[in-house]
Nanobody, 124 residues
């Protein structure tokens, strides 16, 4: 049974940083995709970043390039999202998700497993 548990959200001021963590368990796929998505109030869930568990490639939404970094720690079965220079428009619930293959990574509907989400609020 796949389980994803996010942590690290909170309330920060614009310009500050946060690091989100997603601890995964029950994963048996050989090279799955780990993704981060977010949902702001009144908006659809949108892609933020993704990487294959084997490492190498990374993918980012244009609105976070240069500010957010996705990484992983194999020993801890954990993927991270380092968020720097946060803006009020980054306020959202952030979710991590897993897809069995590194394909169609930008679409939320491609991911079968989701965490419960962690709230990030950025004040101006």
């Amino acid at each position: 049974q796949v389980q994803l548990v996010e942590s690290g959200g909170g309330l920060v001021q614009a310009g500050e940083s946060l690091r989100l963590s997603c601890e995964a368990s029950g994963l048996t796929f050989s090279n799955y995709a780990m993704g981060w998505f977010r949902r702001a109030p009144g908006k659809e869930r949108e892609f933020v970043a993704a990487m294959p568990w084997s490492g190498g490639s990374t993918a980012y939404a244009d609105f976070v390039k240069g500010r957010f970094t996705i990484s992983r720690d194999n020993a801890k079965n954990t993927v991270y999202l380092q968020m720097n220079t946060l803006k009020p428009e980054d306020t959202a619930v952030y979710y991590c998700a897993v897809r069995e293959v590194w394909r169609s990574i930008y679409s939320a509907t491609s991911y079968a497993y989701w965490g419960q989400g962690t709230q990030v609020t950025v004040s101006s």
